[in-house]
């Protein structure tokens, strides 16, 4: 009865969804507060129910209840229970309940927790919200129920795909999910604005909080991602413009430039409609994301859907939500006026050259994405790979980065061009010392990783400038997560460009007892062994590595056999140092006592994701602080 009981809550969930849009409507329309009052605890109650059906469906998941079709297609008795556990959205349809349930419960906590908005903007929120939902109630009930029985059940299940066992996966798509979640409430709070002609700097301060949590969780989430595919794929690689990973880019970048927008609404007054089209485009990114991924259009191994009945029900919901909300906005554009003035050279003016760049790299990686896909509908098939979106997207992105260096630098509404560039000449210097020790060392290395380079050295002085002739303990918090973002910006920027400059790779068919030189490793293959896992066998090369004459160390890959589905997959071992990190993966033998490794030594990898890490960390910061500010604010007229 635990399916039965999910099923029942979705079910339940979908009604008051349902009557949350209709209430939300009626109380706005006939102006009845208390009709309105009504929305918030349904919006409450349906997230708990949502929560219920999530929690039901792990439930069948953890016991193993092969009577459930989701579970004998996705997940063996024989699992680690931390399989069993995340297998549960390790799938198409589980993954869709987490969507909704993820939306569920950013409805509930709106209603809860959303005291600066309007009512009547508020409660349009909530049926935006709702609305949202509805749709995705009605695609999980009719056409990927997660809960259908299976008769008579199957003695065991077919198993999680391998490539998914793995604990960073298990963690990662909850934390994409919330990131693409999270821009609906964007989204509905632009709807909800919209219907009621509430878009102004108020608006913008209550939607602000919404749309850094999302970023923050899409942030965790690529970064989580890309380190994933590049200790859990053995191609030594931490990005490879996959479509899927994309597809998770693309509401990132919307997501980066609605973030700066929406300041520029909530501190200046400026840049409305550009804002709330802005919220339109991000969750429209979301949405192809979500088609992408789970329409089987294309070949991923994040690709869980190859159903096309179903991407062309997700194509409809993105059409009907987008359409519609691209129509009220054009009834409502001469309402939404445009704001304050300001100068070009103006802080504003750098935030909305940095929304173009942004849209700019976000129309290219569209392009990219989308293009093999209907060149394939139109009988011809090509694929568009890293040579393409590295030489449109990089240099754009390196035009961005230099002027994000300028940007926080600038005054607000006004500022003067001689002083911006007095101000600049600290991370000017930096970028060119940083270009010509480059030079001088390694005597000139390709253009694009000696331009990343050298600005990233510019931006990380740039970064930490507005903090130059401050009380660093009065500083706002948000401060401090510009700041520290900017400067993950930096960070990761030189990890790219060090792993594109200076990667060493060496294949080699190794014999026991010989050595084998990768950057400044030499590395010693001393035999190959068989291990056996929880649920998997293994071949496991023991290698000794030895830097110049430093200790000598051992590093193990393996390569792994799955029983149930039958998969091999390579396992890499990695020996991560200050300067970069040694990457080995074990291939397969040759029949003349030889074994295939392939190892690599990628000097700097890891400032990949210590960015990423330090850009969420800024974005943490930013939004406590913002909360904070709100929250004494909101006392203070309280008490005044």
């Known amino acids: 009865m635990i399916a039965e009981g999910g099923l029942a809550a979705l079910w339940l969930a979908a009604a008051l969804a349902a009557l949350q849009l209709i209430l939300a409507a009626v109380g706005i329309a006939k102006a009845r507060d208390d009709i309105m009052a009504a929305v918030r605890p349904v919006a409450i109650v349906q997230g708990l129910l949502t929560t219920l059906a999530m929690g039901l469906l792990i439930t069948v998941f953890v016991r193993s209840d092969m009577s459930v079709l989701l579970v004998a297609e996705n997940s063996h008795s024989a699992k680690p229970l931390l399989y069993k556990f995340a297998g549960a959205w390790g799938n198409h349809e589980g993954s869709m309940l987490l969507w909704v349930t993820i939306l569920g419960l950013a409805g509930g906590a709106i209603a809860i927790f959303e005291d600066r908005l309007q009512k009547p903007t508020l409660i349009a929120t909530l049926g935006a919200q709702a609305a949202i939902a509805l749709g995705f109630y009605a695609f999980l009930l009719f056409s990927s129920n997660p809960f259908a029985r299976l008769t008579p059940a199957a003695p065991d299940g077919a198993g999680l795909n391998p490539l998914l066992q793995d604990p960073g996966l298990a963690f990662h798509p909850p934390t994409l999910y919330i990131g693409y979640v ?74 980066t430039a609605l973030l700066h927008s929406v300041s520029v609404l909530a501190t200046r007054d400026g840049l409305r409609a550009w804002t709330i089209m802005l919220a339109v485009v991000a969750f429209s990114m979301s949405m192809v994301g979500t088609f992408l991924v789970r329409s089987g259009i294309l070949t991923s191994v994040h690709a869980f859907a190859v159903d096309p009945e179903r991407g062309s029900f997700i194509l409809a919901l993105l059409a009907i939500y987008i359409g519609g909300a691209l129509a009220l906005f054009g009834a409502r554009v001469g309402t939404v006026r445009q704001g304050n003035a300001f100068e070009l050279v103006s802080r504003e003016g750098a935030l909305v050259l940095n929304n173009l760049l942004l849209s700019v790299i976000l129309g290219i990686v569209l392009i990219g994405t989308l293009y093999p896909i209907v060149a394939a509908a139109m009988g011809t098939q090509l694929s568009v790979g890293p040579p393409f979106f590295d030489k449109t997207a990089g240099p754009v992105a390196l035009v961005l980065v230099a002027f994000m260096g300028a940007g926080p630098l600038l005054r607000w509404r006004r500022d003067e061009g001689s002083l911006l560039i007095s101000r600049m000449t600290a991370p000017i210097a930096a970028a060119c010392f940083a270009w010509a020790a480059l030079f001088i060392t390694t005597g000139g290395i390709a253009i694009l990783p000696m331009l990343g380079i050298g600005l990233a050295a510019g931006l990380a002085v740039a970064s930490v400038a507005p903090l130059w002739k401050r009380n660093l303990r009065r500083t706002p918090l948000f401060t401090w997560g510009m700041v520290i973002a900017h400067l993950g910006i930096a960070v990761s920027l030189a990890g790219m460009a060090s792993d594109s400059a ?55 890959p393996q390569s792994r056999f799955f029983s149930s589905p039958p998969t091999v997959t390579s396992e890499s071992a990695i020996a991560t140092r200050l300067d970069g990190q040694l990457y080995t993966v074990l291939g397969a033998p040759d029949g003349a006592g030889r074994w295939q490794l392939r190892l690599w030594w990628k000097p700097f990898v890891t400032l990949i994701w210590l960015g990423g890490a330090l850009i969420a960390l800024g974005g943490a910061l930013s939004l406590f602080g913002r909360v904070r500010r709100e929250r004494k604010t909101v006392l203070r007229e309280a008490y005044a």
Do not use: C
């Not at 989430?221 to 931490?238: D, R, V």
């Not at 490793?521 to 056996?532: A, E």
């Open 182 to 255: 999270g821009i609906s409430v964007a989204f509905s709070f632009a709807v909800g604005a919209l219907v009621t002609r509430d878009v102004g700097p108020a608006f913008a301060r209550a939607m602000r909080p919404w749309v850094l949590a999302a970023w923050i969780f899409l942030t965790l989430g690529i970064t989580a991602g890309s380190y994933w595919a590049y200790y859990e794929l053995g191609w030594g690689g931490w990005w490879f413009w996959d479509p899927v990973e994309n597809a998770s880019l693309m509401p990132w970048l919307a997501a």
């Open 502 to 556: 200076f990667t060493k790779e060496t294949l080699v068919a190794a014999r026991v007892g010989e050595p084998h030189k990768v950057g400044p490793y030499t590395v010693v293959l001393d035999g190959i062994s068989p291990v056996i896992g929880s649920n998997w066998s293994a071949l496991q090369a023991q290698l000794t590595v030895r830097r110049g004459e430093g200790a000598a160390f051992k590093l193990h």
